[in-house]
C-alpha cells in the first residue's frame, strides 16, 4: 500500500478521535442550565440524521437496499443511548479527564466479556490482564473517593457509559456487517435520536440551548464531534489496518485528559493519577499485545466481517 495513502489514512483516523475526544470538554465550556441528558440527547439527535445525509452523498451508500437486522439494531442504539446519557452526566460528576478514560478504556474490556457470553467469543490472556489492570484501576478510584475530590457515582456512571458502548459495538458488528459501514452506524444513530426524543421534548428544559452559546455547543457535538467524526473515521480505516485501529483510537481519551488538565484545570492527584494510569495501561494492553483467539465451536463455519468497527 502507498506510504502517502496510508499515513492519510491514519491522519484521518486520529483527527476523528481527537474530535470524539473533544465531547466532554464541550459539555463542560456549554452555558449553565443545560442538563447532562439534555446534551447527550441533542447530540444524537442532531448527529444521526446528519451523518445520515453524509453517508448518502460522500460514502456512496444507498438506504433503498440496506436492509438492518432489526434486534442488533435496537440493541446497538440501546447501547449508544445508554452511552450518551452516562457518559456527559460522569464527565460533570467526575471531571473530563477521569470521567473520559474510565468510560473509553473500560469499552473493550466489557466488549470481550459481553462477547464471550452473547457471541461464544474465547477470552484470551491479553483480555484478562487487561481486565485486571483496567478493573483495579476503576476500584482505587471508587475506593479514592471518599478521600480525595473523586465522585464515586460519577465513576460508576462512567463504567455504565462504557458498558452502553461495549454494547453498541456488539450490536453494531451484525447491523454493519457486509453494508456500508458508515451508513450502518448512521441508521444506529438515528434509532437512538428516535428513542431519547420523547424524554426530551417533554421532561428536558430546552431554553438554555435557544442561547446562541447553547445552540453552538449542541451544533458543534452533533455536526462536529459526531457526524464528521465518524466520516473521518470511516474514510480512514477503509486504508487503515484494522489491527491499528485500536492504538490509533487511543488518541480520544488521551484527547480528553489533556483537555481537561490544560483548559478546565482538573488535577490528579497521586491516587487517581494512578488509578487512571492503570485504567489506560489496559487498553495499552489490548491495542499493542493482540492474541488470536482459537475456535470455540465446530458449528461455527463462518463469519461475518467488517473493517470497520464501531466507535462511541
Sequence with gaps: METPRLTKGFL????????????GTSQALAPAGISST??????LIIGGPALLLMALIFGNARLSTFRPPVIPTLVAASGIVMFQLCFFEAVARTGVALGTIVAICMAPVISGLLGAVFQKERLTRTWFIASLLAISGCVLLSVAGSEVQVDTTGIFLAFGAGFGYAVSLVGSKAVVADHSPILGI????SVGAVMVLPRLLLFEDLSPVMTAHGTAVVLYLGLV????????????????????TALLMLVEPLTGCVLGVLLLGEVFT??????????????LVISFFKEKPAPVAPLVTHHKKSRFRNRR
Design 12 to 23: 484521518l483516523v486520529i483527527f476523528a478521535a481527537v474530535l470524539f475526544g473533544t465531547t
Design 186 to 189: 448512521a441508521v444506529i444513530l
Design 225 to 244: 464531534a459526531t457526524a464528521a467524526a465518524y466520516l473521518l473515521l470511516a474514510k480512514g480505516l477503509s486504508v487503515v489496518p484494522v489491527s491499528m
Design 270 to 283: 497521586p491516587v487517581t493519577g494512578i488509578g487512571a494510569l492503570l485504567i489506560f495501561s489496559g487498553l
Design 38 to 43: 439534555t446534551i447527550g440527547s441533542l447530540r
